[in-house]
């Protein structure tokens, strides 16, 4: 991984994904360090002239009417992070506090928020050594800032609370000294410009829309292994077909699946059965797998819109001119992580009902349960309910954060995103639907082996049933299953199974 540059232009999320996964190098431009002197720079100059500044001058939400004298304004600031960081439950892990802290680079980056260079400084040197504060997951409703979650983030800066460094959890002080560093001191509105914010809901969407993208490409690679292996037809993901409706991931998905499938004996040796019409779990593939990626690209270019925003309030845009605004508030991002949670929903949905299919059995070709014996074993019975109990789970997390909304700061904030709760659950989400793909692909790839083993399969599925082959015993009978489904999701989760057809045939 090479060294990122923060500078005032847009990134995009490819470049920030990295972070997710490990530590790595991050540098401003020249550009940016000067909009961030320059920013502080007006600051000072609307503070002298007398200005009142929300969250400088004054109090904070309902607060705002109480004028604060500048020989409290520094305590203001602590005050501010202190009480703010009321975070509970579990903490985030390593990849999105690291993004979060990136996110937040770059809003400040802008030159819209009146920081000193020093802070911007103490988040880069953060980010460099990967000290890592301690975020708890819960307690943002994604309006006003991720306002709970950032106040954990900046305990960390000034030497206050938990931090991860060197494979150790310490205090933020200890970690500092170690590095070489020294407590960030805030000064007029630097806390306010750290708390405030949507990092920690657009850190989620960046890790959702990644893990997502890897899950719309395996829904068409699952989806194709099982349309062989049920012996359904391929001549209805023919582009011709497709090219009457104006859905390019309609397309898209299609085209997968056709190419996929080329040169199958298998799909040829059923080309003459009395077999009219396949269920709509395979001949619709296209139309929910392609829908769901239309979706996903929305999503995407929301993520990653607001990931390159200016996200603070008050805003500075001159010497002269301070405005205040909402751009703290999170609901596009809460609105595009609800949309894509439906979307992914929808792609394990229609792949527990092809599972589901082959538990009735396949004409004769295939005995019920995909069991050798039927009767004597059970075969995949409990994996089909499995996969059931997550597309109902599934259903309950797809239900929409972001139309739910809770007033607080005694009614100031009085609409709220839950932006990061979107988030979370959308993670949720992907993971199951992770599990359900891995089922359905250890039923088909069973399937085909032990009972289409002498035809040829496709092009693209051998490519996938010879990576299975090689990782789970694909002719026992029955045993314990999850360790095969296990093995086969961490194939998914590790991008294997996209990359390995990708080297065979043009996956979209």
Same mark, same amino acid.
């Given at each position: 991984m090479g #060294?990122?540059?923060?500078? #005032? +232009?847009?990134?995009?999320?490819?470049?920030?994904? &990295?972070?997710?996964?490990? &530590?790595?190098?991050?540098?401003?431009?020249?550009?940016?360090?000067?909009?961030?002197? +320059?920013?502080?720079?007006?600051?000072?100059?609307?503070?002298?002239?007398?200005?009142?500044?929300?969250?400088v001058n004054t109090g904070f939400g309902k607060l705002s009417t109480v004028s604060i004298p500048e020989s409290d304004q520094k305590q203001l600031q602590l005050n501010l992070v202190r009480s703010h960081a009321a975070g509970v439950g579990k903490p985030f892990d390593h990849g999105i506090t690291r993004l979060t802290m990136i996110l937040k680079l770059m809003t400040l980056s802008k030159g819209y928020s009146g920081v000193r260079f020093e802070l911007a400084q103490q988040l880069l040197d953060f980010i460099n050594h990967d000290i890592l504060p301690i975020i708890p997951r819960q307690g943002s409703v994604g309006a006003s800032g991720d306002l709970a979650p950032l106040s954990h983030l900046s305990m960390g800066l000034i030497g206050e609370g938990d931090v991860h460094f060197?494979?150790?959890?310490? &205090?933020?002080?200890?970690?500092?000294?170690?590095?070489?560093?020294? &407590?960030?001191?805030?000064?007029?509105?630097?806390?306010?410009?750290?708390? +405030?914010?949507?990092?920690?809901?657009?850190? $989620?969407?960046?890790?959702?829309?990644?893990?997502?993208?890897?899950?719309?490409?395996?829904?068409?690679?699952?989806?194709?292994?099982?349309?062989?292996? @049920?012996?359904?037809?391929?001549?209805?993901?023919?582009?011709?077909?497709?090219? $009457?409706?104006?859905?390019?991931?309609q397309l898209a998905s299609a085209g997968n699946v056709w190419r996929a499938l080329n040169k199958s004996k298998i799909v040829d040796s059923h080309a003459d059965c009395d077999r009219i019409q396949d269920p709509y779990s395979f001949r619709c593939i296209p139309h929910v797998h392609g829908s769901s990626r239309e979706l996903f690209n929305n999503a995407k270019e929301i993520i990653e819109n607001e990931a390159n925003s200016v996200s603070d309030n008050p805003l500075i845009f001159s010497d002269s001119e301070i405005r205040s605004g909402g751009h703290f508030h999170a609901e596009a991002v809460a609105q595009a992580l609800d949309v894509l949670s439906i979307a992914i929903s929808e792609i394990g949905s229609i792949s527990e009902r092809r599972i589901h299919y082959f538990m009735k059995g396949i004409d004769d070709k295939v005995p019920m349960f995909v069991a050798n014996d039927p009767g004597l074993e059970s075969g995949f019975m409990l994996a089909q309910v499995t996969a059931a109990a997550l597309v109902s789970e599934n259903k309950t997390l797809?239900?929409?954060?972001?139309?739910?909304?809770?007033?607080? @700061?005694?009614?100031?904030?009085?609409?709220?995103?839950?932006?990061?709760?979107?988030?979370?659950?959308?993670?949720?989400?992907?993971?199951?639907?992770?599990?359900?793909?891995?089922?359905?692909?250890?039923?088909?790839?069973?399937?085909?082996?032990?009972?289409?083993?002498?035809?040829?399969?496709?092009?693209?599925?051998?490519?996938? $049933?010879?990576?299975?082959?090689?990782?789970?015993?694909?002719?026992?009978?029955?045993?314990?299953l999850y360790k095969d489904i296990s093995t086969i999701a961490e194939l998914i989760r590790s991008v294997k199974i996209v990359n390995t057809i990708s080297r065979s045939i043009k996956l979209e």
């Open positions: #060294t990122l540059t923060i500078s #005032t +232009n847009s990134l995009q999320l490819a470049d920030l994904v &990295p972070y997710l996964n490990g &530590p790595g190098k991050v540098r401003l431009s020249l550009d940016a360090r000067k909009a961030i002197k +320059n920013s502080h720079k007006n600051l000072k100059t609307l503070l002298s002239s007398g200005t009142n500044i929300y969250g060197q494979d150790r959890i310490m &205090p933020a002080m200890v970690a500092i000294k170690e590095a070489g560093l020294d &407590p960030l001191v805030l000064e007029a509105k630097e806390g306010l410009s750290l708390i +405030n914010g949507t990092q920690v809901s657009s850190a $989620l969407g960046i890790k959702a829309v990644s893990e997502a993208e890897n899950i719309i490409k395996t829904a068409d690679i699952s989806g194709a292994l099982s349309v062989e292996a @049920s012996l359904s037809s391929r001549n209805v993901f023919e582009r011709k077909i497709h090219a $009457l409706k104006k859905h390019k991931g797809a239900h929409p954060a972001s139309i739910d909304s809770v007033s607080t @700061s005694a009614g100031q904030e009085d609409h709220v995103s839950m932006a990061p709760w979107s988030g979370r659950k959308c993670l949720r989400i992907i993971e199951n639907v992770i599990q359900i793909l891995a089922i359905e692909i250890l039923v088909s790839a069973t399937t085909t082996v032990k009972f289409h083993g002498g035809k040829q399969p496709g092009v693209g599925t051998k490519k996938i $049933l010879d990576l299975i082959k090689q990782n789970v015993n694909l002719k026992q009978g029955d045993h314990p």
